[in-house]
């Protein structure tokens, strides 16, 4: 595929509006862009590599003359849509919980499994936000070592949730602060100056769906019925950028040093880690970087063979739009 035809919908999202702003940075070849979303957003006009693009209302006939649909609208619409996409020939690119376990669907990140994208059918998936920044950072250590289990607790921005919950972060701390009562709306609790034990639905096993989504993702993604992982995911009062804590018990010893090494030299990945100089990955530095930033590399002493790590990325970015397009450049061999 030379130039193609582009379609992004849920454009005007937290999501959406990074994927146009990833398609110019990095000169996507695409010759005709579409900007869909809901009636709501109709007739927004958004500036794309200098040119205005009108958002329109997503129909089926909207993916007519569509070589690739990246989408970031939630399941329910990927799920309505998904048919009409494929029936006119395009790629749907999906960043939504939807078809990620489909056994008929890739689920990718370019780092870790690009040779995957041959087997699609038309659907590719995008992984959770938290479940990329993880496997981007362990498949060079798994590939030396390998990994056996995995205990990952997360420390999530409210960006996930939305421009909604961004909009609630701000102005309930703005209320604390200025003693005024608090009505939390987007979250069950405040979120302000707290922390939630809370993303995404609770399961009937009293994991929520966000913790599921890692155990069973990471699996899929690494081809690798047998690695054990468990996980905690938290809602932390930060705007952008998921931070998590990572143990693993490996298939054999690794020096810390020889961690960092490993990691220098991984496609994506930035070692930040330099104790002596109070040097360590925070979500604020994340904002502004593409890779999946790593630091407090150490050796776990109290198993045979462990490590322990601190892995943060811009979840809107790399846990989303970025890995979209990366998806799609790929598939358009750029
Ligand atoms: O179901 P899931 O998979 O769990 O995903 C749920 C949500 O998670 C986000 C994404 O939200 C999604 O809706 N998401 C998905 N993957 C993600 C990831 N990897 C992720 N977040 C982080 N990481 P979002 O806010 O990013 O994007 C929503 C966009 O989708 C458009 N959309 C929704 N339904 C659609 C659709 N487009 C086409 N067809 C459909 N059926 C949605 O467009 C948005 O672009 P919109 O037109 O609804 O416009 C949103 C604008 O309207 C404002 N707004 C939002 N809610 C309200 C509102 N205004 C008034 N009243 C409201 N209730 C917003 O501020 C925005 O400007
Ligand atoms: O599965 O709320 O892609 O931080 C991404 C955002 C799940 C929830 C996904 C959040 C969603 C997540």
Redesign the pocket.
């Known amino acids: 595929m030379e130039r193609c035809n582009v379609a992004v ?8 509006r990074e994927m146009l702003n990833i398609l110019e940075e990095r000169e996507f070849p695409f010759d005709h862009l579409k900007l ?3 009636e ?2 109709a007739g927004t006009v958004m500036t794309v590599k200098g040119e205005d693009y009108e958002v329109e209302v ?1 129909t089926p006939e909207s993916f007519e003359d569509i070589d690739i649909a990246l989408f ?6 990927s799920k309505n849509l998904a048919d009409e996409v494929v029936k006119r020939g395009a790629v749907m690119i999906d ?4 078809f990620r376990m489909d056994d008929e669907v890739p689920l990718i990140v370019p780092e870790v499994n690009s040779e995957d994208i041959a087997e699609h059918n038309g659907i590719i998936a ?1 992984p959770n ?1 938290s479940t990329i920044q993880m496997v981007v950072a362990l498949k060079p250590i798994y590939d030396k070592v390998g990994i056996k289990r995995i205990v990952v607790s997360t420390y999530q921005a409210v960006s ?1 949730t ?3 919950a961004m909009d609630e972060l701000i102005e309930q701390s703005k209320k604390v602060l200025d003693k005024e009562e608090i009505n939390p709306e987007v979250y069950p609790q405040q979120i302000a100056f707290n922390a939630l034990p809370h993303i995404d639905v609770f399961f009937d096993n009293d994991y929520t769906k966000e913790e599921m989504k890692m155990v069973n993702e990471t699996k899929k993604i690494m081809n690798d019925d047998f690695i054990k992982v468990t996980a905690t995911t938290v809602r932390i009062p930060v705007l952008i950028g998921h931070g998590e804590s990572v143990n693993l018990e490996l298939g054999s010893k690794l020096e810390a040093a020889e961690a960092k090494r490993l990691l220098r030299e991984a496609k994506g990945v930035r070692v930040v880690d330099n104790p002596d100089e109070l040097s360590y990955p925070t979500q604020i530095e994340s904002e502004e970087d593409d890779d999946v930033l790593v630091g407090r590399i150490r050796v776990d002493e109290t198993v045979e063979a462990g490590l322990n790590l601190w892995i943060v990325a811009n ?2 970015r790399k ?2 739009a970025l890995n979209t397009i990366q998806i799609a450049e790929e598939l358009i061999g750029s």
Not at 9 to 16: C, N
Not at 95 to 98: L, M, P, Y
């Open positions: 919908v849920g454009a005007t999202g937290a999501v959406g869909l979303a809901t709501r957003s997503t970031s609208a939630g399941s329910t619409a960043n939504s919980s939807a995008n936000c996930g939305g421009k909604d979840n809107l846990g989303a």
